[in-house]
């Protein structure tokens, strides 16, 4: 077993990795698109591109177009379809990984190359020392980290199609290495029914609960939703755990032989000391009576996955809620090299190493509201991003993308010797909006945070949100659903009309000034919000699973497009309430 000095040595090698790259941040990111270039330049997609063939940095920007999904869906369909992966890129194709970026898009397939995963792999790994490092975890710690796979996929021409999650719990890299520090057993993970690897996961790590040091989800809806999940089961864990036999709806045969191995026999003494935490009315900070040894959570709580930050830190009870990286199925970006950062002020050191970025500028008016513009035709290399200026990230890299629209848009917060630092913004193009109004997601963010203060005296919480643009009637308006809960107990809380009615009044005087005016001119109705009964958003969660997203990537959408996951929650709502006619 490796002891501090060992774990001491490896984070001392990291951090002169680590001085390294970020040290020579700009020479890495020319010699990486000098390398992409070199590979790939003869490849049909590009070589159209440098018809003198002179494929360097200046033909490449001058030439090569940024594109989104959409522009190369015709070249992933076609190998898809049975053509070769050299038509995109040179490097042999593993597989395709299959993405969305926000749970209600559209799913994408995105090619890798070995190469390109083990970078991926790398910077996980980078990520996963800093944090071990900054809360000293030695290799007795164990995590229980839920992860969860989905069936592959495979295309006409046989090649296979997973979330990243499936395909990193099934690598070689990952028994070899994670899978050691992870309490779950590795069939547990890789069993395809959610409910039953949930419930042999949470088991083990109740079984074996002075071994967890932390507590983790590759995103923090994951978490929420595991947090419920004990809710509803945990008489039965207790039962488990109490008589030695394992409940016999567990039928897979990898979760049923290696529980064989951990639940060995009665413990009623520790089924009773369960049974009492989680008998308390009030669950907050349960995962720390829980688990008492646990130093950190660690799941990506920033952009969408803040809204779970309260809760997270309610169920925590003082843990630190750590955000580790940020990364994509397209790419890795960032490491975040301050774990104990302010979860809502995570920035991400960006690694010259894994792609090549490039950054277009956004232009946010207002001092950082609303009117999302894009000065598309300008992106800037790493070296040249400025403090304070919002980006959208784009991407070339190894695989097949080329000038590639992640979607996302950044703020750079800082540098890390020659590095940039970024925060997370916003998903592009995510908006309410009714008339010339644009409400992004962060702007939602904020509004929201501003209203649920008033909540906040009477024990309410506000454990989820989402919002969609009504046009079904003139004037259109915003509709926002939220789901409250007691921070003492499940109960739906009472809901005062009046302290509603101001929740919605707050929400629309923190947007912008064309919304507030617009709204005034009688263009936009009075905003309306909806509270939905416990349980809605994971209906809508369930909802989105079932259209092929994965719950350990699942991005709740901010603003809903789709009819049908509306009417889940409209048929989950227990009170309107709304913004009086005029705006004063
Ligand atoms: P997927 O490839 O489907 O898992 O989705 C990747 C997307 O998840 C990114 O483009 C981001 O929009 C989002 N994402 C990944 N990491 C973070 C992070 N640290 N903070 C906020 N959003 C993230």
């Keep these: 077993m490796a002891g501090e000095s060992e774990i001491k040595e490896t984070y001392q090698n990291f951090m002169k990795i680590l001085e390294d790259l970020t040290n020579n941040a700009h020479e890495l990111q020319e010699q990486m698109l000098e390398e992409i270039l070199r590979r790939n330049a003869g490849t049909e997609y590009l070589s159209r591109f440098f018809p003198s063939g002179q494929a360097d940095k200046q033909n490449f920007k001058t030439n090569v177009p940024i594109v989104t999904y959409e522009d190369i869906k015709p070249y992933i369909d076609r190998i898809a379809n049975g053509e070769t992966s050299s038509i995109l890129f040179a490097d042999p194709i593993s597989q395709f990984l299959r993405s969305s970026g926000t749970s209600g898009g559209q799913q994408k397939l995105i090619p890798i190359t070995t190469e390109s995963f083990e970078r991926g792999c790398y910077h996980s790994f980078l990520a996963d020392v800093v944090m071990k490092k900054c809360f000293s975890v030695s290799d007795e710690g164990r995590s229980l980290s839920l992860y969860f796979c989905k069936p592959d996929m495979e295309t006409p021409s046989g090649l296979v199609a997973s979330s990243y999650v499936t395909f990193y719990s099934k690598s070689n890299i990952f028994k070899t290495s994670l899978a050691k520090f992870c309490i779950s057993p590795i069939e547990t993970i890789l069993c395809l029914d959610i409910k039953q690897s949930m419930f042999c996961q949470l088991l083990t790590g109740l079984l074996q609960r002075d071994k967890v040091v932390l507590f983790g989800s590759t995103f923090a809806s994951l978490l929420a939703r595991t947090i419920k999940f004990l809710e509803d089961y945990w008489r039965e864990l207790c039962c488990n755990i109490r008589t030695g036999y394992l409940s016999d709806w567990i039928i897979d045969p990898g979760c049923k032989n290696a529980m064989s191995l951990i639940l060995t026999m009665p413990n009623p003494e520790l089924a009773d000391l369960i049974q009492q935490i989680c008998e308390d009315k ?179 919480m506000l454990t989820a949100y989402n919002s969609y643009s009504d046009i079904s009637s003139t004037p259109g308006r915003y509709v926002l659903f939220w789901e409250l809960k007691m921070k003492d107990s499940n109960d739906l809380p009472k809901l005062d009309v009046k302290i509603m009615e101001q929740c919605c009044c707050i929400v629309e005087e923190s947007f912008d000034f064309t919304y507030k005016s617009l709204r005034k001119g009688g263009a936009i109705s009075g905003l309306e919000l909806r509270v939905v009964k416990r349980g809605s958003f994971d209906e809508l969660m369930d909802f989105y699973i079932s259209k092929g997203a994965s719950i350990s990537q699942y991005k709740p959408p901010c603003c809903l497009k789709s009819e049908e996951a509306i009417k889940i929650l409209n048929s989950g709502t227990v009170g309107k309430f709304f913004s009086p006619k005029t705006m004063s």
């Design 282 to 460: 009030s669950w907050e900070g349960v995962i720390k009576k829980l688990w008492p040894k646990i130093k950190y959570i660690s799941s990506i709580c920033t952009g969408s996955m803040s809204q779970y930050i309260p809760l997270l830190e309610f169920y925590g009870g003082g843990i630190p809620l750590v955000s580790p990286s940020y990364a994509s199925s397209e790419a890795c970006f960032g490491i975040n090299l301050k774990p104990l950062s302010n979860p809502f002020d995570v920035s991400y050191t960006f690694l010259p190493n894994i792609a090549y970025f490039e950054f277009l500028p956004v232009n946010k008016d207002g001092g950082g509201k609303a009117q999302v513009t894009r000065t598309i035709d300008k992106p800037v290399d790493l070296a040249n991003v400025k403090l304070g200026q919002y980006y959208e990230v784009v991407v070339t890299t190894l695989a097949g993308l080329y000038r590639y629209r992640v979607g996302d848009v950044l703020r750079v917060t800082g540098f890390y010797n020659k590095s940039p630092q970024f925060q997370f913004v916003e998903r592009q193009n995510v908006v309410l909006s009714i008339d010339a109004d644009k409400t992004t997601e962060e702007d939602l963010w904020k509004a929201i945070t501003n209203a649920k203060l008033i909540l906040e005296p009477f024990g309410v």
